[in-house]
């Protein structure tokens, strides 16, 4: 396997602009995770999926940020609309079972200007 | 819900000291205890971790501690190298979600 994959892996947009990020879990894990990375803030739990199903959201900073996991293959995260302030790096992660090793892919540096 | 403290926020040695890190938990519930090291640029890594029923793990030069009754969790790391310059975090999980403390930038110097 791959890997967890995503993309892009830079993305620099203009503030009010709606942004899309993509996760590819590796194959057979039903957790996964969505996570953001500030230098401030460290490494935030945004939102976690179990079997595609959505089970914490509660880190999800505002109603600028929705997330969805269409199926076992696939979930984006998408900002819209987009403020300076969201810029970060944003890590994907899956696991298997409950407490299982969490692989993180290799990132998305968002930069909004 | 779970906070991870961890310390330092920063660990200078020199190659072929010892360094140490520190975290405390507050859930008791928490019982998986994974260490992460992320090298500049790139993804976090799994690196050792450690389960409730176990007070102490090793791997070569690698190894973590756990004091349940504390809720404190440690990393050592024997015989330094430069290569182990990176950003560890720890994290603590009951359920099924990682919390992660805030990162110990480590450096070793030749």
């Known amino acids: 396997d791959a890997g967890v994959i995503q993309s892009p892996r830079h993305e620099v947009t203009e503030m009010g602009q709606e942004v899309t990020l993509r996760c590819k879990p590796i194959?057979?894990?039903?957790?996964l995770f969505w996570y953001r990375q500030t230098m401030m803030r460290g490494l935030e739990l945004l939102i976690y999926f179990n079997n595609n199903v959505p089970i914490d959201d509660s880190g999800m900073p505002e109603d600028r940020f929705s997330a969805k996991m269409p199926n076992a293959s696939f979930s984006t995260l998408k900002i819209q609309p987009s403020e300076p302030r969201d810029s970060a790096v944003y890590f994907c992660a899956s696991s298997f079972g409950d407490g299982g090793e969490a692989f993180f892919g290799q990132g998305t540096r968002l930069t909004v200007v | 819900g779970e906070n991870v403290e961890q310390h330092p926020s920063t660990l200078s040695v020199q190659e072929g000291d010892s360094a140490v890190i520190k975290c405390t938990y507050s859930?008791?519930?928490?019982?998986?205890f994974p260490w992460y090291k992320q090298e500049l640029g790139k993804r976090p890594q799994l690196i050792i971790d450690?389960?409730?029923?176990?007070g102490e793990k090793k791997d070569q030069r690698i190894a973590v501690t756990l004091n349940k009754t504390a809720k404190h969790f440690s990393l050592h790391i024997t015989e330094t190298q430069p290569e182990d310059s990176a950003v560890y975090f720890c994290?603590?999980?009951?359920?099924?979600?990682?919390?992660f403390g805030k990162g110990t930038m480590l450096l070793v110097s030749p």
């Open positions: 994290a603590a999980s009951g359920y099924s979600t990682l919390t």
């Open positions: 194959s057979g894990h039903d957790y």
């Open positions: 859930d008791s519930a928490s019982n998986y």
């Open positions: 450690i389960r409730s029923n176990v």
